[in-house]
């Protein structure tokens, strides 16, 4: 069964800081993996997405994901953090042959410090 | 305009009621979707419409029932509301099911509070 783990619920940076939020999957092929973003009280934007082409992903907001087969990863970067990145982060997979069924993983809420 | 409404956004009501949430998106896409995020934040599939046909129910208890008068529309009802019932619904569409590799566009949410 397709699984997807996000390693820390709550990640705090520093504005102009490195934001890192990492995201590993278990498929026993490779999948198609989603970055969403969710403000608050608002529903689910997608920031990127992997589909076999590049193994990096780059998105909207300078966001930019690297997928890497024998880590199981596609952790989510961007270089430069902004006070407006605050929000709610889903790592989402979907198997080639789920018929368009998203699972994701349990969110990373990302602060950023003035 | 917006791509994939939701209404209402926010429904307070009694544990044993019966409501509804409608959703409509004007994108043209083949698919909708209705997921459940709960207190944690914890978002999972309970049902996908394509072509007003049901492809996915997840294990949701039959008291949730979608129901898609035309490929625009995908309505949620729930019967004999209970407390585990509160959480934030979303709906989503996407084009062409079978191809899941497809952005799927998300509403606003409807924050379901049962008391």
């Known amino acids: 069964a397709q699984s997807v783990t996000q390693l820390g619920s709550h990640v705090s940076v520093s504005e102009g800081a490195l934001v890192l939020l990492r995201c590993n999957y278990s498929?026993?092929?490779?999948?198609?993996l989603f970055w969403y973003v969710q403000y608050p009280n608002q529903g689910l934007q997608l920031l990127l997405k992997y589909t076999s082409a590049a193994t990096l992903v780059k998105g909207i907001n300078g966001f930019e994901a690297e997928f890497k087969k024998s880590e199981t990863s596609f952790h989510l970067t961007k270089p430069s953090a902004h006070m407006s990145d605050a929000a709610e982060y889903f790592c989402?997979?979907?198997?080639?042959?789920?018929?368009?069924?998203?699972?994701f993983g349990k969110g990373t809420k990302l602060s950023v410090k003035p | 305009d917006t791509a994939v409404s939701q209404t209402p956004k926010y429904l307070v009501t009694q544990m044993g009621n019966d409501k509804s949430i409608k959703c409509e998106q004007n994108l043209g896409h083949d698919t909708m979707y209705w997921y459940k995020q709960d207190s944690k934040k914890f978002l999972k599939i309970m049902f996908s419409y394509n072509n007003k046909e049901l492809i996915i129910n997840e294990t949701v208890p039959n008291r949730f029932s979608p129901k898609s008068p035309d490929k625009a529309h995908l309505n949620l009802h729930i019967n004999s509301l209970e407390l585990g019932d509160s959480a934030v619904y979303f709906c989503?569409?996407?084009?062409?099911?079978?191809?899941?590799?497809?952005?799927?566009?998300f509403g606003p949410g409807t924050r379901l509070t049962v008391l």
């Open positions: 498929s026993s092929v490779p999948p198609y």
């Open positions: 989402a997979v979907s198997d080639r042959g789920s018929q368009g069924n998203l699972i």
């Open positions: 989503a569409s996407s084009l062409e099911l079978a191809r899941s590799y497809n952005e799927q566009f």
